[in-house]
Every structure is written in C-alpha cells, then in structure tokens.
C-alpha cells in the first residue's frame, strides 16, 4: 500500500503576496468597472461643474483663470478620498470573512494591508490621469518645468499614501460597511471642501478662513498650485502654511503616516484576533 505524500507548501515573500493581493483586488475593478466611478465619472463631473457653472462666479488673480487654479484642488480631494475607497474595501473584506480566510493561508498578515495600499494607490493615480486629460481638454496647463511638475504629482500620491492608512483604521475598526460610509462621509466631505480646493479662502469669515488655511488640504492644494504655476498672490494676512505650502505638506505626510499606520495595524490586528 502506497502513502500520498503530503504536498509542500510554499511560501513567498511579503512582495510577491502584497502583490497577489493587490492583484486579487484589480480582477474585482476589472470584473466590476462601475468600481472606478469615484475616480473616472465624478472628479470629471467636478471639473465640469464648476468650471463651467460655478467658475464664472469666483474670482482667482492666477494668470490662466479659474479652471487653472480649480484642477489642483480637485485632485487633492480625489486622492483624500483614497482613505473613503481603502476603508469600505477593507471592512468588506473583514465583514465577507476574506481576511479570514486569507489568515488560514501561510502568508505574512501585513500582505493583506500592503496589498490593498497598492491597489488604492493605482486606483487614486487613475483619478490624477483622467482629471489631468479633462483639464487639458477644458484649458488647463502646467506652467513650469517637468521636475516641479512631477513633484506635484508625487505630492498628490504622497497624501493619497497617508490617507490610506487613515481608510485601515477606520475600515479595520467599522463594523459595517454602511457605518464606514457614515464616519468617512461626515469627515472627509467637509474636510475637503472647508479648504481652499475649490475658492479662495481670502473673503471667508476670519474663523473659518484661519480653518482652512491651516487644513492640511489646503497646504496640498498650494503646494501644487506653486509646483504647477497655477497659484495666485496670497492676500494679506494669510497664514504661516500657505507661505510655505511644500515644506508643510511633506511634513502633514510624515506626521499623518507616522501616527496613523501603527494606530491602523494595531486596530487591524486587534479586529483579526477576534
């Protein structure tokens, strides 16, 4: 009588399994293309909107107008709202019993959060290629070299990077899908809008201007104004970040990614222990 040997398990490296994962996660986007909405059909539909209903009502000194400076703040919501995409990914994963199942695998556990950073990260570039295509289309153009120009860029991913830990924790400690809808609709919504992403903040009331100057979005959104040659003169009085939007942004990265990411793998790995 013959005895069937066991078969080997093999085991990758942390690479390779973040990357199954996050490949797992692209066949979902390439099953369902409705999943791309948020970055394909709504950034453009804000583009339009308010190029083109809201734009001749707001004032902007920038030399190219207001679709110049408009398309900079666009951008940035779309990539803050990488952590909304992360974490309604993430507690369904949870919820379904995904990461169970995945945990029952001989895979390291931090492929599984790897994993869905680089898919959300591809899914927030394909935003930043389809708003900067429809900014081209509408008259948009970068005014200074490639380096600052693609510095701009890196910023952008750079936030959307630290924004996605924010989606871990929040995903890893929701319950529901419908409950991370809640939490990240109430934050991030008016996070990203009481900025300067879409007006000049000079004419707001002095509380709600001091707000948005010192929003970190704000800070992302002239950073890349400057990089792009699409700001404007800063009225008087503004705050110390909008004089000095690079280094603060870069810093809001650190400082957010630095806090958050062990906050997220704590709370991730106290919800898998469950």
Known sequence: MTTLERPEIRTTGLQAQSWAIARRNFLHIKRMPEMLMDVTIQPV???????FVFGSSIDVATPAGYRAFLLPGIMAQTVAFASFIVAV???????????????SLPINPAAVLVGRSISSLVHASIGLVVMSLTGLLIGWRIHTDVFQAAFGYVLLLGWGFAMIWVGIWVGSAMRSVEAVNGVMFATMFPITFLANTFAPTDQMPTVLRFVAEWNPISSLTQAVRVLWGNDQPLAEGAAFPMHHPIPFTIGWIILITAVVAPLAIRTFRARTAD
């Open 45 to 51: 539909m804000f583009v339009l909107l308010f190029a």
């Open 89 to 103: 990914g993430l507690t369904a994963d949870l919820d379904k019993g995904i990461v169970d199942r995945m945990r």
